[in-house]
């Protein structure tokens, strides 16, 4: 379960910011037990997080920084070798001191079925891995598996520091073949190391990033290939099927072209009948979608991983995307601890009137772009909102932040003005 995220100097995210799932005194009851304790008390982190902020705020940068860091541990130990002296990142560019500063990528955990807490984090320039650490804190205490400093003095333990016996591994030969520009969790992982394999599978399995529009064919692809793996008495056609039909689309049931083997879905028909479609060429764009978000919403809830999505509202209609952000807040239908986090600019979803608040106080998060190009990020709890709160009114007239600032006419108005100077 992901407990907390951390980044800085990535995008439009210069400063170091924290996205902490961890619930707080604004909690109404959505959060779920980790196993983790804090001075005796129990730790509950949240299902769901929803980042609200206006156009170019940084939103869809927060999410590309857990991608980053996703993409560091998967691929440094082969894919960054075809670069050497090189590390891929893209730190804040609209000031160029930002270019000598590292960038830096955190993660908290909590793993296993003793519910270990992992604090996992490295830091990046252009040319390597200048920090990495792991940290375990098995029975509440820290224990220091690995500390990597790229120019830490050989009088105090050099570049890998190790301390006390959390850490089992290989540590000399993991060492060695760790390259400058390479993490070595991915190294180890890589050579079978089964401590540094359980951490780096969490990154295998989890982090999948929805983004409408631009994947929207391979999660097509994904949901079909779901379905194709199963018969129609499978849970995943029948969970399938049965999402279809609930989100009012008109789908009767799926089955498989004879002919082509192509999945179809059929429809009613104003005569009480039913009749399929093509998928690729009748189908409507909102059923396309809604069929594209199942593959992975399936696989993630299958699996108690953590699903990023950009701009959920940019595909779904807002009902639908009220009911999904319940899939995940109901441990009926989310019994593995799957998690979502989402961005997007749905105002509805903070509202009582029509969909009966999905979000709680302590789900809401706000993007605001500075006048400096950065991006500023901090929880909606922060105005310490009261329960009974229109979060949806509140937000839209900029009590939280994170609306753009533009005037009512502003836009028609300056476009008035330059019409009349082009006339003149």
Known sequence: MLIRFRTANHRSIRDEYELSLVT???????GRTTGLKHRGRDIAAQPVLGVFGANASGKSNLLSAFR??????????????????????QPFKLDPASREETTLFEV?????????????????????????????????????????EADRPEAEGGEFVFRGEGFKGEKDSLVRLTRPNA??????????????SAIHRWFLNNLWLVTP??????????????????????????RITKLLQ???????????DPETGEIRLWHRTPDGGETPL?????????????????????????QGAVLLVDELDSSLHPTLAAEVVRVFQDPASNPHGAQLIFTTHDATLLGSEVLDRPLNRDQVWITVKRRSGETELYPLTEAKP???????????RGRYGGVPRVTAGKIVRELSRQETKATA
């Open 386 to 396: 009261r329960k009974e709160e229109n979060l949806e009114r509140g937000y839209l």
């Open 68 to 89: 980053l860091m996703r993409d560091a541990v998967r691929d440094s130990f082969a894919d960054w070798a075809k670069t050497p002296d090189t590390v891929p990142r």
């Open 108 to 148: 908290d955990l909590a793993l296993g079925r003793e519910a270990v807490r992992y604090t996992y984090g490295f830091e990046l320039s252009d040319e390597r891995v200048e920090a990495e650490w792991l940290h375990a804190y098995p029975h509440g205490r820290r224990n220091i598996w690995f500390d990597r």
């Open 24 to 30: 707080t005194e604004f909690d109404e009851g959505a």
């Open 183 to 196: 993490l070595f969790l991915s190294v180890g992982a890589t050579l079978n190391d089964p401590q540094l």
């Open 278 to 302: 093509d998928f690729r060429t009748e189908e409507s764009l909102g059923t396309h979608a809604w069929f594209a978000f199942l593959g992975p919403m399936i696989t993630v809830l299958d």
């Open 246 to 256: 609930s989100a009012d689309l008109g789908v009767t049931r799926l089955d498989t």
């Open 213 to 238: 529009g631009r994947d929207l064919s391979a999660r097509v692809d994904w949901t079909k290939r779901l379905l194709t793996r199963s018969d129609q008495n499978d849970d995943h056609h029948r």
